[in-house]
């Protein structure tokens, strides 16, 4: 009996001519393993595909409400953004599909489990710690890095070897943009974006978004509320989070919020250029915030605040599996108990602009805050208050003073 390999499968060319790749360099009986994380189009055709390319079985793995609950909801509660700017879409995606990776090789009897993913990027680096992490007895088989067994280095290439192999797909040799999507996002590198000096080419590039100049001149308003920091609903209709984020997409798009154009520091060592469309979390994100900024303390805010950055650090290099992702998301989880509320604001071209926040955990004191005199504030106590709050300041001006007037004797 042949020695089983799952592979995780986009249907893409890359993985389609690593099928016979694999059954030929390693004798492997091959598994294709597809995660639908909400690609959409992307998954219609691939059965018939896998199985012409030499697989055995091809699994398709609906795991779009556990990336929304599990993944995508931690890191909206934490405002975890890289690099001031990525909200982390394909790097939370990783995690949720190495996990089912794991579970059918498992079920499989696999012994290794092969990816697609080239020596330069971030996703090797995801896909391989999780596998090390939930799986340390399987082989990981890497083809882009094994280039003394992989010899194709282009498109040309690989359709070049499927041909010798029997397999005519539907591919063709032509350049595009390398892309990647979920329901959360979509990212786009490669062609004109490979220099910084260059504006993208929005025209041809943007699948979920139009440009803030094509949104519509009237702005559009949205409620939104929240239980414990986990969204609920969307202009009063009840939803799941996978739905809530699905509608948001569809609003944000419409109104242009959320493309990001970053040149952002990968985990092995280069800088690279992209754009990310991530209109619903971009909103959702925000909307969030605006909550939190309601019903969270300044200290347990600012301390949130160092936590969902590490936790962006954590996450983008691909230690999902680890005791400090879990411990960083168990102090978030605790900040979120009265994160419960109701946000509105404005889609306007690009902008999401704060139209109202209500909560019943709300630590805003009209009395305190405003500018009449109210009963729980004496103005008179911020005179002691500044006294301590600056004597530090004052004993080293006095110090300096000191110095200064001995220097002149």
Not at 78 to 96: C, D, F, I, Q
Not at 207 to 236: C, R, W
Request: one cysteine or more; aromatic letters at 8%.
């Amino acid at each position: 009996m042949k020695e089983k390999v799952v592979l995780a499968y986009s249907g893409g060319l890359d993985t389609t001519a690593v099928i016979p790749w694999l059954k030929e360099t390693f004798g492997y009986e091959v598994i294709c393993c597809c995660i639908n994380c909400g690609q959409g189009e992307e998954l219609e055709g691939l059965d018939e595909r896998a199985k012409l390319s030499g697989a055995s079985k091809l699994y398709i793995e609906d795991i779009v409400d556990d990336f929304c609950d599990n993944y995508i909801v931690p890191c909206v509660q934490a405002h975890a953004v890289y690099e001031n700017k990525y909200l982390l879409g394909t790097a939370m995606a990783r995690p949720a599909i190495t996990k089912r990776l794991v579970e059918i090789a498992r079920k499989e009897g696999a012994v290794a489990i092969c990816h697609g993913a080239t020596g330069k990027g971030n996703d090797q680096i995801r896909f391989e710690l999780g596998i090390r992490a939930l799986a340390p007895d399987i082989k990981i088989i890497a083809p882009w890095r094994m280039t003394d067994l992989w010899t194709m280095q282009s498109r040309e290439d690989e359709i070049a070897y499927c041909k010798a192999h029997g397999i005519d797909l539907p591919f063709d040799a032509s350049h595009s943009y390398s892309r990647d999507r979920n329901l959360w996002h979509i990212s786009h590198e490669g062609l004109e974006l490979e220099d910084p000096s260059k504006e993208p080419n929005y025209e041809h590039l943007l699948v979920l978004s139009v440009t803030p100049e094509k949104a519509p001149d009237e702005g559009e308003y949205v409620t939104m509320t929240f239980e414990k920091g986990v969204p609920k609903s969307i202009n009063g209709v009840e939803m799941k989070v996978s739905d809530i984020i699905r509608k948001l997409n569809e609003l944000g798009g419409k109104h242009g919020i959320g493309i990001c154009d970053i040149v952002e520091n990968r985990v092995v060592g280069m800088k690279s250029r992209g754009v990310y469309e991530t209109p619903g979390g971009t909103i959702l994100y925000e909307a969030h915030q605006q909550l939190e900024e309601l019903v969270l303390d300044r200290a347990t805010y600012e301390v949130k605040e160092e936590m969902g950055n590490k936790l962006s650090q954590v996450i983008y290099e691909g230690k999902w599996f680890t005791p400090l992702r879990e411990a960083i998301q168990a102090f978030i989880e605790s900040t979120q108990e009265y994160v419960t509320g109701e946000v509105k604001f404005k889609l306007y071209k690009g902008n999401i602009i704060k139209a109202g926040t209500t909560s019943p955990y709300s630590l805003y004191n009209e009395s305190l805050a405003s500018f009449t005199t109210g009963d729980l504030y004496d103005h008179h106590d911020a005179s002691g208050f500044i006294n301590l709050f600056g004597l530090p300041l004052k004993v080293r001006a006095m110090k300096m003073q000191e110095l200064d007037k001995n220097n002149k004797k």
